[in-house]
């Protein structure tokens, strides 16, 4: 099991940034994939950014402008956001990706409590 602990949320204006942080209670060396997801309201859910080994991925959304990053000696995760907007405005929850056994496909999830990310116009 692992646990993911997000930090860094808050109020900030249009076109301002912020760093997100997701603490894992173990090495993320042995953690598949670490992402951020996140949830507006009357949204789906979304994922925002991944990042596994040395590759990343990112929403078209976001693109250019969000940057997830790793601290393997820390074991901590980071969403660094910059030129945010009013779209934007989510909870943020940060995702622990685990594969168990890759023949027969088996993996598990685990989340944070989510942080709130509000940006005013």
């Known amino acids: 099991q692992v646990q993911v602990v997000e930090s860094g949320g808050g109020l900030v204006q249009a076109v301002g940034s912020l760093r997100l942080s997701c603490a894992a209670s173990?090495?993320?060396?042995?953690?598949?994939?670490m992402g951020w997801y996140r949830h507006a309201p009357g949204k789906q859910r979304e994922l925002v950014a991944a990042?596994?080994?040395?590759?990343?991925n990112y929403a078209d959304s976001v693109k250019g402008r969000f940057t997830i990053s790793r601290d393997n000696a820390k074991n901590t995760v980071y969403l660094q956001m910059n030129s945010l907007k009013p779209e934007d405005t989510a909870v943020y929850y940060c995702?622990?990706?685990?594969?168990?056994?890759?023949?027969?496909?088996?993996?598990?999830?685990?989340w944070g409590q989510g942080t709130q990310v509000t940006v005013s116009s």
């Open positions: 995702n622990a990706h685990l594969i168990r056994s890759f023949s027969s496909g088996t993996y598990e999830d685990y």
């Open positions: 990042i596994s080994g040395g590759s990343t």
């Open positions: 173990r090495s993320i060396f042995s953690i598949n994939a």
